[in-house]
């Protein structure tokens, strides 16, 4: 892997990302790049099932807010460490996505969509009435919870460096999968099913890894970001207009490639936070992402990478 | 006991009007396989549209619909040609993005314009009463002005030249191309008429329950399960599974609480997907 | 000669269709069988139970001795069949070498990514599309993509090779090629069951020929004998090409 240029490339990304807030302390910066590491994640993993499988995840977010839930559950009854807990938030929904993805992986193009919205939707019903969980009302985390790892103001530190590892984490594993067999057959179920199948790609066992690999890393992700913020409620959790985002900027930074979901997120991050600022686009967020997301579909649908690998070809060898 | 089979009669008549917003949907998959998420938006704009229309012509409710057929016709020729038209060769995957990004355009203009606040269209007619249970009458002239549109869909499709170039370039484009049918100009005929469809349903729900912009998302679902049930491309059965829902929908609603109806029609549209792919009413296609 | 691949009294219905009904056939090893018929005979569905794509309503495959009935068709690639389709299916956004790693990587031999590119790159340039290596697949012409076909299911490295008539729609030259190149499969010892309406090409490639006429064996044998058979010329109805092969064969 360390003999191509790219993944260097990720190494340097995450460093710039753990050193630049660090050396700075510079909270604010901090917490915006927090979010733009969240987005990654989340934009990363969804690539593997949209861009190399060509499954649309619509109900992503659904990962996200389990492993929320799960961490910030063991973390606040049963006192356990944040770093135990997220992982063992991420295995569980891992389970969880396996056992589901069974199920609905078998649907193909917009039913599988719509199923994973189902799911979601199924789900958040679910934990809104779920009591061990808080109900409608969620989880509040007190100050204890932070005691462990040197109080808040440390917690909030060590939150930002986790998900930064879990931010590079996702990019290699991105990567990794990218130029290998199994990847190799993930794109040819992308471009065609059937045809793949005859041609030996083993579709259903396929299938269901990367559905489980694309729930891993986001659960993770939400267990971090829900134990920052020290409430989780599942109408944040499972935020159907974030899944939404999710892929729009996989669309906009070029769907299967590895740093597009980066640079869509990253760029999507930057648009938001302008149009949220200006009091006379906020209402119109969903109409601009929309209208974005239509202008990528007809006619960039390989997003900003796709662009930029059709404009300069040689940057398909480094620029992955 | 009568409690029951009034709530299941009176959910058979809102079905019927499930199964016209269905056969929207299903026309459009079967003409031109490509999923319309924009669907529940359109829907929506249906019920804001006989609202407006409504009070801007003046007349009452029933008066404006003909007027939303033809405004949704349009809107559905044009959506076509701005969304669809580019992404019809490709892979699925970008109909399913294209039509979706429709869907959140519109929805964000819709809130933008009337907010979420909850919009009504107050109609009074008599209803019918038996054993002492009465069936609104805005149910009962929904159901029927549905059942009415669903035959008059039929004798288009069936009885006149445009329906036929439609079912031909359903069944094989490359040769009604050959046949000189000017398969582009049916296509968006086509989706506007699923779009109509889409439109219409939408002013008649809009005469029975109070709505918001977010109203179309649960009239999506419901419209899935449809088309589901009924075997895509089949507006015969869309219609037969409008009803068989709100039969379901009746069944459940002296005894299950309303934010559950959706979850169990997700797993109702998971369940028949997995286990009845060509739907339950489905017709051997031709 | 060994039998590679059995289809005993094996038989699929469509709704009202009854699609094959009873047939019987059977591929040696190493030998190319043609397969021939009117239209709506019944061919391109024998090839989608062989593959897989779906199983029969009764009756059973066998191939090298192992029952394949029902399996999916992934397994039955990774046993060692492998089918270039009537219409193409090239994976339009790979390129062509990547294309044939696929097919190199998940047939018969399971490669690793890369001993499958090492055979995907000999496997280019014995069927010429070497230069062609880094281009889309999509971007290619018809006759280049029927190549691809071809080229992906070699690099599974199959026993058995399913031809869906590979020769439609080339021109005589590109015919000829195409027949050496079937010549050449058969010499590498991969069995072939091809599917051909040309006819002049069936008759000099096959060994041995089975007609299939309304989903129904109807003859079998060298290709004079079959040539010759009145039922057969029956079925055809007097098939100009077919008569015109026979003629220039004997």
């Not at chain 1, 839930?69 to 807990?85: E, G, H, K, N, T």
């Not at chain 2, 459940?252 to 997995?274: H, K, Q, R």
């Not at chain 3, 058995?160 to 005589?172: R, S, T, Y």
């Amino acid at each position: 892997m360390w003999r191509r240029p790219f993944p260097w490339l990720i190494g340097l990304m995450v460093l710039l990302f753990a050193l630049i807030p660090y050396c700075t302390n510079d909270v604010q910066l901090r917490e915006s790049l927090l979010l733009a590491a969240l987005y990654i994640v989340l934009a990363s993993n969804l690539n593997l099932m949209i861009g190399y499988a060509g499954y649309v995840n619509f109900g992503n977010i659904v990962f996200f807010g389990l492993g929320g839930y799960f961490c910030v559950y063991l973390v606040d009854a049963w006192q356990w460490q944040l770093l135990p807990s997220a992982l063992a938030a991420g295995f569980a929904v891992g389970a969880l996505a396996l056992l589901f993805g069974l199920g609905i992986l078998r649907l193909r193009g917009a039913f599988f969509a719509l199923a994973t919205i189902g799911v979601n939707e199924a789900i958040r019903q679910f934990v809104a009435n779920f009591e061990p969980w808080g109900g409608a009302t969620g989880i509040y985390l007190s100050l204890d919870a932070y005691r462990p790892l040197g109080g808040p103001m440390q917690a909030l530190w060590t939150a930002y460096f986790l998900m930064v590892a879990v931010m590079g984490a996702s990019l290699f594993l991105s990567d990794a999968i990218k130029n290998s067999k199994f990847g190799l057959g993930l794109l040819a179920i992308g471009q065609n099913e059937d045809a793949a199948s005859v041609l030996g790609v083993p579709t259903p066992g396929y299938k269901a890894v990367v559905y489980t690999a694309s729930a891993f890393l986001p659960a993770l992700a939400g267990g971090i970001y829900f134990f920052k913020s020290g409430i989780i409620e599942p109408a944040g959790a499972f935020n159907l207009s974030l899944s939404i985002e999710a892929i729009v900027m996989v669309m906009l930074g070029g769907q299967g490639t590895v740093i597009g979901p980066a640079v869509g997120a990253f760029l999507y991050e930057e648009l938001r936070g302008l149009l949220l600022t200006s009091e006379a686009f906020s209402h119109f967020q969903l109409v601009i992402a929309g209208s974005l997301l239509l202008i990528i579909v007809l006619f960039v649908p390989g997003g900003l990478m796709g662009f930029i690998h059709r404009q300069f070809p040689r940057t398909r060898h480094w620029l992955e | 006991m009568i409690g029951i089979a009034a709530s299941v009669a009176d959910g058979v008549l809102v079905g019927a009007v499930y199964g016209l917003a269905a056969m929207g949907l299903t026309l459009i998959w079967g003409v031109m396989n490509v999923i319309n998420l924009a669907h529940g938006a359109i829907i929506v704009f249906g019920m804001f549209g006989l609202y407006f229309l409504a009070a801007a012509l003046g007349v009452p409710a029933y008066a404006a619909i003909p007027g939303v057929i033809v405004l949704g016709f349009v809107a559905g020729v044009a959506l076509y040609w701005i969304a669809v038209h580019r992404v019809i060769g490709q892979a699925e995957l970008m109909s399913l993005l294209s039509t979706f990004a429709v869907n959140m355009v519109l929805i964000g203009l819709g809130t933008a314009l009337f907010s979420t606040s909850p919009y009504n269209i107050p109609v009074s007619l008599p209803g019918l009463t038996w054993e002492g249970y009465t069936f609104t009458g805005t149910h009962i002239v929904a159901a029927t002005i549905a059942a009415a549109i669903a035959g008059l869909l039929y004798l288009l499709l069936h009885r006149t030249r445009v329906g036929k170039a439609i079912r031909a370039v359903a069944g094989n484009r490359g040769a009604a191309e050959l046949c000189g049918i000017p398969t582009r100009r049916v296509l968006a005929m086509a989706f506007g008429l699923g779009v109509a469809l889409a439109a219409v349903s939408g002013t008649l729900i809009a005469t029975l329950f109070p709505f918001t912009i977010l109203s179309g998302e649960a009239y999506q679902l419901k419209s899935f399960v449809v088309t589901v049930l009924g075997g895509l491309g089949n507006p015969a059965g869309a219609l037969l599974g409008g009803i068989a829902l709100g039969l379901v929908e009746g069944l459940m609603t002296p005894f299950m609480p309303v934010s559950w109806t959706s979850v169990v029609e997700f797993a109702l549209f998971v369940i028949v997907l997995i286990g009845y792919p060509r739907g339950i009413f489905a017709f051997s296609r031709s | 000669m060994n039998a590679l691949l059995e289809i005993v009294d094996v038989s699929k219905r469509f709704g009202g269709l009854q699609a094959v009904e009873g047939l019987s056939l059977t591929v040696d090893e190493g030998e190319i069988l043609g397969l021939i018929g009117p239209n709506g005979a019944g061919k391109s569905t024998v090839f989608n139970l062989i593959n897989g794509c779906y199983p029969p309503d009764s009756g059973r495959i066998v191939l090298a001795g192992a029952d394949i009935t029902g399996e999916p068709p992934y397994r039955i690639a990774r046993r060692g069949i492998a089918r270039a389709h009537q219409i193409v299916q090239p994976l339009d956004n790979l390129t062509v070498l990547d294309n044939c790693v696929v097919g190199a990587c998940f047939g018969r031999e399971n490669l690793p990514l890369a001993a499958a590119r090492r055979l995907a790159r000999e496997v280019l340039e014995q069927i010429r599309l070497a230069d062609r290596m880094d281009a889309l697949a999509g971007s290619l012409t018809t006759a280049g993509k029927k190549r691809l076909e071809l080229a992906r299911a070699l690099c599974a490295r199959p026993k058995l090779l399913l031809l869906d008539e590979v020769l439609a729609g080339l021109n005589p030259t590109e015919i000829e090629s195409m027949i050496e190149i079937v010549r050449g499969i058969r010499a590498g010892g991969v069995a072939v069951l091809m599917i051909e309406h040309v006819m002049r090409a069936v008759m000099s490639l096959s060994d041995r020929i089975v007609v299939l006429n309304t989903g129904r064996w109807l003859a079998e044998g060298p290709p004079e004998a079959v040539a010759n058979d009145p039922d057969v010329i029956a079925a055809y109805l007097g098939d100009p090409s077919l008569m015109a092969a026979v003629e220039r064969s004997a």
